[in-house]
Structures are given as structure tokens and as C-alpha cells.
């Protein structure tokens, strides 16, 4: 166990003053490092599969689910710009009303999308595919993709069993969007075919994305060094990212929502931050986002979810729509946060300074009504403490994961493609 309990740690450079970190903020700075591994999805009997996780790669960079061939998952989460646009709001076959988050270290979240709307990484990846400002296209027609293309039914049947009979089109009809009469007409059995070889796609995806880690900064080697009194490790952070990191974990108050090794607690909050259209918000986020999860077939409490009584599914179906919901996003991690502007649900703040300057001020700030949640105070820092704290949160960035993960790849080996992956 750690010594930390009767000594102030004094970490300073010649030239600069010594930060001493009290023992209360030394044990919250450890609480934040390292991060754990990717925590099990039971609801996903394939999240650790190796042949899913490839297929989900191959799929991930595939345009040819869309309608007009041209837009991907990596469209909007490109793995050069840390699996994200770097636009204000998202563009598919339309823009969109929010902004693109970035994939790093995604499979340790507990709800998906800003509002929380998917309660497991697979059934997230189902929603982009049918959204008409995204792929606009069809989970039926997805499938009969993954049917016509041997590479991918051969990957595909190797680890689900057979796919349905797609090229029986009194049956399967072309066109048939889940919200058209068409959809409706078919057998039950049918649908609901379909509906599960979506979700062992999507499964599969969901396998890939857990792959994607960036956990090791300067910040985590400078933890390390803390537990283990080192003081080359110490010295991974300068003297004005420890100030940074000792306003974060304390008179800022940032911990409050951004805490953990993640450095978010995974919920919902209204900070009242300007909107990107100007005026007032218009996005009920969280509030409608849980209405939307526990009425969805594809939640962890429904029939294609590996696990419909554990835990997940539990609290899916226990939180209890209120008031206080409406207008609340997600608490975004800060890890990578240097490379992942701009910032916040609608990219309304270009730079990390500009996000700074917001919880110093509350300038702008929009105020709801009595259930917004008053936690923010205005900080009123010095321009060296917020340079400070911009220094502390650009030592959270980590290496990228491998470039194996970064690109198209053939489904059923994992390795690039020699020749490009053929359509239908
Ligand atoms: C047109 C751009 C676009 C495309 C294409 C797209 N996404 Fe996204 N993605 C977004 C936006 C925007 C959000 C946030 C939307 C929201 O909260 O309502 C998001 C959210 C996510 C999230 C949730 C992350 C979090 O922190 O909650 C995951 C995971 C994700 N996308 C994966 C995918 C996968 C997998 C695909 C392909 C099947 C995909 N995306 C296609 C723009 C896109
Ligand atoms: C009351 C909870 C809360 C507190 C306290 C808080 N934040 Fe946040 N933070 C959030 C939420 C929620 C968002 C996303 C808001 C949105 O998009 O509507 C966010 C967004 C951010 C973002 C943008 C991240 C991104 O990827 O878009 C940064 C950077 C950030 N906060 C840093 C901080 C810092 C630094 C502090 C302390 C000065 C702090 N936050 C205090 C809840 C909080």
C-alpha cells in the first residue's frame, strides 16, 4: 500500500516553485490512474471475439452500406483524428443536430450516444445505419449486403450459424425500411431474422470498437510515479500541468462530474452551455434519449441481447424518466481531449481554451428552470491558472491504438485487403 498519508509530495523543478499536492488531492489524483481494462459485455457473446472483431473492422470502414455508397462509420469517426470529424456537427447523407464523439476507450462507457439513447455499444451501432442523415439505409438490405458478398457471409456463418435465406425476395423484400408497410407484412419470423443477424453485426462492430484503447499519457506515468514515490516518473509533468492537475482535482471542482480513470462519472448533466444555433436549447438530450432505450427492442432487457437480466438490463429498465433529465448530456471523458475538438454535444466551443473561459465565466450560460442542477460556480481563475489547467488536460493525451486497427481490413482474416473487398 501507498505512503502517502503522512507526507505532502513536493514535485518541482529547479526553476520553478514546488506544487505540493495535500494528501486529500494526492488520493484523489490516484483515483484517476490507471485506467482498468475493458470491462465484459455480457449482453455481447462476441466481445472478445478476435474473427468478430475483424469482421466489425471491415464493416466499421465499409461505405457500401449506405445509399449512396459513399459514407462509413469512419466518415464521421476517422481513426487519424482519434476516430472523430473534427466538425462542429456530424455530416452523412445530411448534417446533423450534434456532434461527432470521439471512439477512444468507448467500451467502458455505460450509455451511448450524448443522450444516452443505446445502453450497449452493439445496439449503438445499429442506429447510424437506418438514421437518414447518416447511412439512410436499411437494416434488410444491410443484411442482404452481408448474404451477396462471400467474404463477408463466409465471416459472417463461420461465427453466427446461417444467415436467412435474403435471396428469397417474397420474403425478404428490397426496400422494406423497418418503418414501411412493407416491413410490416412480413412474417414475424422473418423480421425478426433479420433483426438478429443486424444485431450480430452489429455485435461484431461493437468487438472491434472495444479495441480501441488510449490509456497510457503523462499524466499516468506521473501517477505511477506518485505510488511509487519515482521521481523520473514524477517528471512526466511539468510544474504547470501538476498546477493544472491540482486545480482540477480541487478548487475548480471539475472531479465532481469528470472522475475516474475515464475522467467522466457516465451521466447526465445540464451545464447549461451556450447553443450552437443561438438561443434557447431546443435539445431535450437525456430526457428523451431514456425514453427511447427502454422502449427499444434492441435494448440489454430485449430479445437479441445476451444477457437480458443482468445488470445492465436492470438499470435500463428501473431509472424513472423526470423533469431534471431534459436539456442533460453525457459528462464526455477528457482523456485524448487535445486531439477531439471542437467541443461539447454540439461542437460549440472550437478550442479547449474557449471551453475554459466558459466554466470560468458562465457567460451565456443558458439557465432553465428550477431543475437544472446549480453545481457550476464561476471559477474565476487568472489567465496563468487556466493556461495551467489547459496544460494538465493536454498531458491526458496517449499514444493511438495500432495501425491494424486503423484501417479497412478482409473480414475473414483481419489483415488488410490485397485486393479492395468486393461488392455485391
Ligand atoms: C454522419 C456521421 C456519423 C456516422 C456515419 C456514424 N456516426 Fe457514430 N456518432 C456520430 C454522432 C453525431 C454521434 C453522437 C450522436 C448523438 O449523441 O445523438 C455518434 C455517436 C457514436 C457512438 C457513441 C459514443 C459515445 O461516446 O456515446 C458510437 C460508439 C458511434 N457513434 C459509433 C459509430 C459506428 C459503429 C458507426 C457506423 C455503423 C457510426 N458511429 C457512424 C456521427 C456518426
Ligand atoms: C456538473 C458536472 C460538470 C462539471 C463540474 C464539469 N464538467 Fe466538464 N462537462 C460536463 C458535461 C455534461 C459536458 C458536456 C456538456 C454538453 O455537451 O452539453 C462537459 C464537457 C466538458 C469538456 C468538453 C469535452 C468534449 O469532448 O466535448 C471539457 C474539456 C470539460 N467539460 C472540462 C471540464 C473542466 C476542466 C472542468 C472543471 C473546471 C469541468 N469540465 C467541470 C460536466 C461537468
Redesign the pocket.
Known amino acids: 500500500m501507498l505512503a502517502l498519508c503522512c507526507m505532502s509530495a513536493v514535485l518541482g523543478f529547479a526553476d520553478e516553485p514546488a506544487v505540493v499536492f495535500t494528501p486529500r488531492q494526492q488520493r484523489r489524483i490516484l483515483q484517476h490512474s490507471p485506467v482498468p481494462a475493458v470491462p465484459d459485455d455480457p449482453t455481447n457473446d462476441w466481445d472478445r471475439d478476435p474473427a468478430a472483431a475483424h469482421l466489425g473492422q471491415a464493416l466499421f470502414f465499409d461505405a457500401g452500406f449506405s445509399r449512396n455508397g459513399q459514407v462509413s462509420c469512419a466518415t464521421c469517426h476517422g481513426p487519424m483524428i482519434a476516430w472523430t470529424d473534427a466538425q462542429p456537427l456530424a455530416t452523412g447523407l445530411e448534417t446533423g443536430t450534434r ?1 461527432s ?2 471512439l477512444l476507450n468507448v467500451a467502458h462507457q455505460r450509455w451511448f450516444f ?1 443522450d444516452g439513447r443505446a445502453d450497449t455499444l452493439w445496439s449503438q451501432a445499429m442506429h447510424p445505419i437506418e438514421h437518414p442523415g447518416e447511412f439512410d439505409a436499411s437494416r434488410i438490405e444491410y443484411v442482404r449486403r452481408i448474404h451477396s458478398d462471400a467474404a463477408y457471409r463466409e465471416a459472417y456463418e463461420s461465427l453466427f450459424g446461417p444467415l436467412p435465406p435474403m435471396d428469397d425476395e417474397q420474403r425478404f423484400p428490397r426496400d422494406a425500411r423497418s418503418d414501411s408497410p412493407a416491413w410490416a407484412a412480413m412474417a414475424e419470423t422473418d423480421r425478426d431474422q433479420v433483426n438478429r443477424a443486424f444485431a450480430n453485426c452489429s455485435k461484431s462492430v461493437a468487438a472491434y470498437e472495444s479495441r480501441l484503447r488510449s490509456v497510457e499519457s503523462p499524466f499516468d506515468v506521473f501517477v505511477e510515479g506518485l505510488r511509487q514515490d519515482d521521481e523520473t516518473k514524477l517528471a512526466a509533468l511539468t510544474a504547470s500541468e501538476q498546477r493544472g492537475l491540482q486545480l ?1 482535482v480541487d478548487e ?3 472531479r ?3 472522475s475516474g480513470p475515464l475522467f467522466s462519472d457516465f451521466e ?4 447549461g ?1 451556450p447553443t450552437g444555433h443561438g438561443g434557447a436549447p431546443r435539445d431535450p ?1 437525456r430526457f428523451d434519449g431514456l425514453a427511447h432505450v427502454q422502449r427499444s427492442p434492441f435494448s440489454a432487457h430485449g430479445p437479441y441481447s445476451d444477457d437480458p437480466d443482468g445488470a445492465r438490463a436492470r438499470r435500463t429498465a428501473s431509472i424513472v424518466q423526470g423533469q431534471e433529465h431534459w436539456g ?7 482523456r485524448n ?1 487535445e486531439r ?1 475538438a471542437p ?4 461542437g460549440q ?1 472550437d478550442r ?1 481554451e474557449d ?2 473561459a466558459f ?1 470560468n465565466t458562465l457567460e451565456d450560460m443558458q439557465l432553465q428552470d428550477h431543475h437544472q ?1 446549480m ?2 460556480k464561476p ?1 474565476e481563475l487568472t489567465d496563468a491558472q487556466l493556461a495551467d ?1 489547459a496544460a494538465f ?1 493536454r498531458s491526458l493525451t496517449s499514444p493511438l491504438p495500432p495501425k491494424s486497427l486503423m484501417g479497412p481490413v478482409d473480414p475473414r482474416t483481419g489483415k488488410p485487403p490485397s485486393e479492395p473487398i468486393e461488392g455485391p
Open positions: 456532434h464523439p470521439s450524448w482540477f475548480a471542482g471539475c465532481q462530474c469528470h447526465f448533466h445540464n451545464i452551455i438530450g442533460s448530456f453525457k459528462t464526455p471523458t477528457l481531449i477531439t467541443y461539447m454535444h454540439q466551443f479547449l471551453v475554459l466554466y442542477e453545481v457550476l471559477l489547467l488536460l
